[in-house]
């Protein structure tokens, strides 16, 4: 099955920078998407982008699926983006296979 | 509020024994799923029902049993409960198959003592 690699596996930002987080994967997908996981355990959805670029406020996704390859961008980050990230992934008929998540800490 | 629902929220239980974990989700999704997520974060499916039947049935042991009776609900049943089932079970939903946006229920942390 398909394989998700996500990187780094923990992130230590300061309040305001930007931060790029990298999901790469080992096969053609047919569905990305990005998930966070609060410090409270609840797993939200950020983006669903098998393909191309969405932005939703300070967060912004790109999915280059010819290079097998996603990334999360996080702009001004606040102490509130703390958490687990998680990328997962489809390829063919079968369900989301997710990475082990990027730890983020966003320190004031 | 629209959302994915689970009951109850933890789950404290001796070894040997029987449990069940109740979700239901009100938007209309058509498929759901368990995932297991263990103590180092890492999200496994268990199972993923379209529709009321049975469509992905991962490698868990058949102490685990889901049910569906309805679209709208998929609960799961735990036997003779093990040290190792400890950890916190996500129910989850989407629109149609695999290939629409996940949501997720806020979890059960099940811990087995």
């Known amino acids: 099955g398909i394989q998700v690699e996500q990187s780094p596996p923990d992130l230590i930002l300061q309040e305001g920078a930007n931060s790029t987080l990298r999901c790469n994967f080992s096969?053609?997908?047919?569905?990305l998407q990005w998930f966070h996981q609060n410090p409270w355990g609840q797993l939200i959805n950020l983006f669903y982008i098998p393909s191309g670029t969405k932005q939703n406020g300070r967060l912004s996704a790109t999915t280059v699926a010819t290079e097998r390859y996603s990334s999360l961008y996080i702009s001004s980050s606040q102490t509130t983006d703390s958490g687990v990230y998680f990328c997962a992934a489809v390829s063919g008929n079968t369900p989301l296979v997710f990475g082990k998540g990027t730890r983020l800490s966003v320190i004031a | 509020d629209t959302a994915v629902s689970q009951t109850p929220k933890y789950l404290v239980t001796q070894m040997g024994n029987d449990k069940s974990i109740k979700c239901e989700q009100n938007?209309?999704?058509?498929?759901m799923y368990w995932y297991k997520q263990d103590s180092k974060k890492f999200l496994k499916i268990m199972f993923s029902?379209?529709?009321?039947?049975?469509?992905i049935n991962e490698t868990v042991p058949n102490r685990f049993s889901p049910k569906s009776p309805d679209k709208a609900h998929l609960n799961l049943h735990i036997n003779s409960l093990e040290l190792g089932d400890s950890a916190v079970y996500f129910c989850?939903?989407?629109?149609?198959?695999?290939?629409?946006?996940?949501?997720f229920g806020n979890g059960t942390r099940l811990t087995v003592t």
């Open positions: 938007l209309g999704h058509d498929t």
């Open positions: 029902y379209n529709n009321k039947e049975l469509i």
């Open positions: 096969d053609s997908v047919n569905n």
């Open positions: 989850a939903s989407s629109r149609f198959s695999y290939n629409s946006p996940l949501h």
